[in-house]
């Protein structure tokens, strides 16, 4: 009795339940003569009485999903949603009586225009840098390099995050930095570029390079070397290499990674208050943290926000299309 | 027909130059780039090791164990928490997104991932607004705690339900057939067969959360100063002090270390397509 119980508890786990049909098809017929019948008992009580809908495989796995999707909710969800609201009220209204408004969206279209415009430049700059200087280095590891895993373990470093990095660059900007003297000998005067546009683009570039790396080597992990050795045996040249066989074969590599770092350079906060001149320092986060938590006007920090998110979640959306899923279903 | 000639010299491929010239041009190039992955780091070793005299000395590292303890202490503790409120909800829930039929499977999972892609300024000014007028807990630890999870433990899911995908049912059904019940099963065989991908979760978690200042800049009272958090304080209030440099690469040595011993246990397998290459 206590063996059928237990047999009936698992036949009714969802995904368990043909597996468990096949395992049992394959493992003797003894037991699958009384089976079905007791199952099909069972499904039908647990579907008509609400005690058990419980015991049901759907109720079970929700009831399993329920705490991260509590606390997506609570936390990510709401949040967001209140964000759009309080967006749409008049300067510390919401306080009181929410006056609602678009005010704060055309004032962010009208006097923040070139706040917006800075950002997507530096984020796509930024992303340009390191695909082109990102696509030599991903094939060369995924084809010439035997230390790959020391090479990944070194591209840890920058993920740690903006802040070590921007902190570290600013004294490699100094003259009296540790590559000083290098700076010396070559002729460059470095001091100039600390406080620059391409002091925030080198940090934003490094920060991002092994995000682009991740996704053009996946792709080129795919592609077989028979193709390009198929190719040089025909007679191409290496740039027809690169443009008629691996650059179509790594394409959705590239819209990938390039996504993928455009998404996170659009966030980018720390590398221009570091490192930036007060032009770069007008990017929409540093413009949300100054407009939300050191003036207190609620209303614009929060539409400045919507327009990142928004900006953010269109270019992951695309990314993931084109990535298929790398991190999902 | 000039393009059809083959050229079959042993120095082929290449278009012009020996191959020994373009495979040290390779290495050299990774390696220079792996240099600038280490460069930030290492100007902020030098800095801290060296008083503006030139003299070096270890001496900075007291702030550290000094006034930098509680910021320290406070780091751990949060991503202490974090990791085990994580281990709590991405367990069941990847367990439950694998193993279950679950209506509208997809559509759940870009839900929990949704403040993945959130930027970091977007979820802190979101959280501050709710925390402080719709939740009513401004500045505490509770609303800091729950901001960590909600944007670490969909990292924490991806690699436990790789794994999860990995594990071949044979196991689960033996163990079934053999009379375990279904708790006696997860512990004792699911568990540690899924010990790797719930590794690279805590992983990712300790990473990020260890390092995180951004959202925390925005939603941390006076009174929860995380040591990154007092980083990037220091380093906007009081420049580049050799005391600060000292915390900074403190803290990289730390989440270095936590890198590489994983690497060496368990590699890099359970962590692709997620944070972390």
Known sequence: ?329 | MASMTVDVSPHAGRGSGPRWFWNALAHGYVWAWMAIFALPFLATLIYSLRTPDGVWTFSYYQYVFGSFRENLLLSFETTLITIVINLLIAIPAAYAIVRYPIPGKSFILSTLNLSLYTPAAVMGVSLVIAYAFLFRIPQTMIGLIGAYVVGTFPLMLVPIIVALRDLPMVFEEAARTLGATRMQTFWRVELPLLGPGISAGILLTFVIIFNEFLVTLFIAGPGLTTAALRVYNLARTAGFQPSTAALATTMQLVSFTVVLLFFHFFGSRYLKGTYLI
């Open chain 1, 1 to 329: 009795m206590v063996n059928r119980l237990r047999f009936r508890r698992a036949s009714r786990r969802g995904g368990l339940t043909h597996r468990h049909g096949a395992l049992l098809s394959t493992y003797g017929e003894t037991q699958m003569t009384h089976a079905p019948a007791e199952i099909a008992i069972e499904y039908e009580i647990a579907e008509r009485s609400p005690r058990r809908w419980l015991s049901t495989p759907r109720a079970r796995g929700m009831l399993l999903l329920a705490p991260a999707i509590l606390v997506a909710v609570l936390f990510s969800i709401i949040p967001l949603i209140y964000l759009f609201q309080v967006s749409l009220t008049r300067e510390s209204s919401f306080f009181f009586n929410a006056e609602y408004t678009a005010d704060n969206y055309l004032n962010v279209f009208g006097r923040y225009r070139s706040a917006i415009i800075e950002t997507v430049y530096l984020a796509g700059v930024a992303s340009i840098l390191d695909l082109v200087l990102g696509y030599p280095f991903a094939y060369i590891l995924i084809r010439k390099i035997r230390y790959r895993e020391f090479v990944r373990t070194m591209m840890t470093f920058p993920l740690f995050g903006p802040l070590y990095l921007a902190f570290g660059l600013f004294y490699v900007f100094l003259p009296t930095g540790p590559l000083g003297g290098v700076f010396v000998l070559l002729g460059v005067d470095i001091a100039k570029y600390l406080f620059s546009q391409a002091a925030v683009l080198f940090s934003m570039a490094v920060f991002t390079f092994p995000f682009m790396v991740m996704n053009i080597g996946a792709a080129l992990a795919n592609v077989d070397p028979l193709l390009e050795e198929a190719a040089r045996t025909l007679g191409a040249k290496p740039w027809q290499i690169f443009t008629r066989v691996l650059f179509p074969l790594s394409w959705g590599g590239i819209v990938a990674g390039f996504l993928m770092c455009f998404g996170w350079n659009l966030g980018v906060f720390v590398q221009p208050q570091l490192l930036g001149s007060p032009k770069e320092q007008s990017v929409i986060s540093l413009q949300m943290f100054l407009k939300g938590l050191v003036q207190f006007n609620y209303g614009l920090a929060a539409a400045l926000g919507v327009l990142l998110m928004v900006m953010a979640f269109a270019v992951t959306w695309v990314s993931l299309r084109f990535s298929r899923g790398a991190l999902g279903a």
